[in-house]
Structure formats: C-alpha cells, structure tokens
C-alpha cells in the first residue's frame, strides 16, 4: 500500500518567515497529493491539491508540486503568519476507491 | 452547508462500559470514513463505507469495536466494552465518490476519555 512521510516537527517560525514541510510518499502508480491542516480543537480540512505529476496546488498562500521523480510533494509558504499555527498533515489518494494514506502530522507554532 | 456532524464532541467513560459515537455525512456524500487519531499512532483509518455498505474494515482494531451506517445520513462507532487505550479523537469523514482525486470533509471530532 501507500506510505507517507513528513518531516519531523515541531517546527516553530517566527511571524514572516519562510515555510517549507517536506513530504514524500511512495505508490503503486501516481496518487493524488493532499495537504490537510488540523486547527486546534477542528477535524482537518483540505488546505490544497494536486492529482498529476508537475501539478502545483495552492491556497491561503500555501503552495506545494507533485514532484513524481522525488516522489515529493513540499508544502511551502513565503511569508507566516500567527493565524498558520496549526497542524499539517500530508495525505496519498488511493489507486482506487477514496482511501487517503496520511503522514505522521507536523506541529507548525508561529511566533509573533 | 452544515458539514459533517458529530456526537458527543466529548465523552468521558469508565472501563467496560460501552460507547457509541454518531456522524451525519454531508448530504449527497455517497462515502463515509470513520478514523482515530492518537499522538503514538496518528490518524488511522477504521472503516469506510460506501452508499451504507461497509467497504473495508481492516483497520477496526478488534472486535469490540463495530460500525453500522442505516441509512445514507447517519452513521455510528460502538465500543464495547471500552478499555483506557480506546482513549483518542474519533473523526467522521465523508465525500462526493470514491474517487482518488476526492476530497475528504472531516467532523469536528469525539474526544473519547476512557477511565
């Protein structure tokens, strides 16, 4: 099956500051790409997307390409903010069916 | 649209009694998933179905644990009897298909405290 994996948080930023949270994935095939973002106390919710190889998916600033020959879907963001503090989670669409393979999760705080 | 609705959003148990945690999809959401979410395992999936059929239970950890979904808005998660390492968020999720592409939408989650 698939299996994702996450840089290992906590990371923490200063407000401003650039963001990256590494993600790789291995797959039978090519999967859709996810990131989820989890706010204190929340169920996740689809922070972005991307379903083909070269894909970029981007929202709220946050920006991540499905990279098929690093196996690689980095999520990125130019500049924190405290609002951001949250936490990350990578996900793999299954070959079939909607089954989402998930990463470990990765803590983000942003400081003011 | 409401969004994925779960019940209780707390619940605080003693050892050996039963639990049941309820869900209400998304109307049109012809998929339904049920995960639990824990520091040392992080999210796993439970059991997922499909237009009220269970697809895939391989994740439901052993038999004190059971899902039903009666009709296409309504959905439960029983533990019986509950044991301390039940202790976890529960989450309900649902979506359009069961396309890869599709995009899950998460409840808020039942915090389970089992004592």
């Known amino acids: 099956g698939n299996s994702v994996t996450q840089m290992e948080g906590p990371v923490t930023l200063s407000e401003e500051a650039f963001l990256t949270i590494n993600c790789t994935y291995t797959a039978t095939g090519y999967p859709s790409l996810f990131w989820y973002v989890q706010y204190p106390g929340e169920g996740l919710q689809l922070l972005l997307k991307?379903?083909?190889?070269?894909d970029k998916g981007s929202n709220k600033g946050f920006e991540a390409t499905y990279r098929k020959e690093t196996t690689s879907f980095h999520l990125e963001k130019g500049s924190v903010q405290v609002s951001d503090s949250a936490v990350y989670f990578c996900?793999?669409?299954?070959?079939?069916?909607?089954?989402?393979?998930f990463g470990q999760g990765t803590i983000l705080t942003v400081h003011p | 649209d409401a969004g994925v609705i779960q019940s209780p959003r707390h619940e605080v148990t003693e050892m050996g009694q039963e639990v049941t945690l309820r869900c209400k999809p998304i109307s049109g959401h012809d998929y339904l998933f049920w995960y639990r979410q824990t520091m040392m395992r992080g999210l796993e999936l439970l059991i997922y179905f499909n237009n009220n059929v269970p697809i895939d239970d391989s994740g439901m950890p052993e038999d004190r644990f059971s899902a039903k979904m009666p009709n296409a808005s309504f959905s439960t998660l029983k533990i019986q009897p509950s044991e301390p390492r039940d202790s976890a968020v529960y989450f309900c999720?649902?979506?359009?298909?069961?396309?890869?592409?599709?995009?899950?939408?998460f409840g808020p989650g039942t915090r389970l405290l089992v004592l």
């Open positions: 999720a649902s979506s359009v298909s069961g396309g890869t592409q599709e995009t899950q939408y």
């Open positions: 991307a379903t083909k190889a070269d």
């Open positions: 996900a793999a669409g299954g070959t079939s069916y909607g089954k989402l393979t």
